[in-house]
Structures are given as structure tokens and as C-alpha cells.
Nanobody, 110 residues
Framework: VQLQASGGGLVQAGGSLRLSCAAS????????MFWYHQAPGKQREWVAR???????YYSESVEGRFTISADSALNTVYLQMTSLKPEDTGTYYC?????WGQGTQVTVSG
């Protein structure tokens, strides 16, 4: 399987972005999907997880601001990010079945 992440960009603090992770095959209904965040100079950390039954879990740092969802017909998982903060800056990676997407850069100014 291959994962392609996209949707990053530059946004002001308080703004929103939606990241996408497209899979090369249908895997999300049978595998847990993760989004990770790697801030500059820091280790990659898990921020959101979606179970095979559709339950979502979030790290404390993004709880209430980020939402993970999936469109099985498009083999795509999303990360809706709202109320963005400068500390959300970094590279976001999707991961499933121990396969990583290439990462998409998010920069929050202000």
C-alpha cells in the first residue's frame, strides 16, 4: 500500500486546514489509521487515531481542535485542524499498516 498526504500550507493562528491522506488501496475499514506530527527539531508524535469501527482518539494537545475522518469510497482519511496554534507547526504524516505517507508541511504563523 502507498499513502499520499496533502493539504498542508501556511495559515495564521486561529485558522484551519484540512489534511488528506489517500491510500492506493482500500485499507481503512480493516486497519487503524494514524496521523502524526513532527515539530521542528522534535520527535514524531501521534496526534490522532481512527479505529476500524470509526472511533476516534486524540492526543491531549489537539483534543477538541482536530478531527480525523475517513471516506472509504475515496480511500482517503482526513485530518481537519481548527483553532491552529504556532505549536502545531511541523510536518504531518499519515500512517497505516506500518506504512508512512511522505508528510505534508503545516506552518502556523502568529
Amino acid at each position: 500500500v502507498q499513502l499520499q498526504a496533502s493539504g498542508g500550507g501556511l495559515v495564521q493562528a486561529g485558522g484551519s486546514l484540512r489534511l488528506s491522506c489517500a491510500a492506493s488501496e482500500s485499507i481503512f475499514s480493516t486497519n487503524v489509521m494514524f496521523w502524526y506530527h513532527q515539530a521542528p527539531g522534535k520527535q514524531r508524535e501521534w496526534v490522532a487515531r481512527r479505529s476500524t469501527t470509526g472511533y476516534s482518539y486524540y492526543s491531549e494537545s489537539v483534543e477538541g481542535r482536530f478531527t480525523i475522518s475517513a471516506d472509504s469510497a475515496l480511500n482517503t482519511v482526513y485530518l481537519q485542524m481548527t483553532s491552529l496554534k504556532p505549536e502545531d507547526t511541523g510536518t504531518y504524516y499519515c500512517m497505516c499498516m506500518n506504512t508512512w505517507g511522505q508528510g505534508t508541511q503545516v506552518t502556523v504563523s502568529g
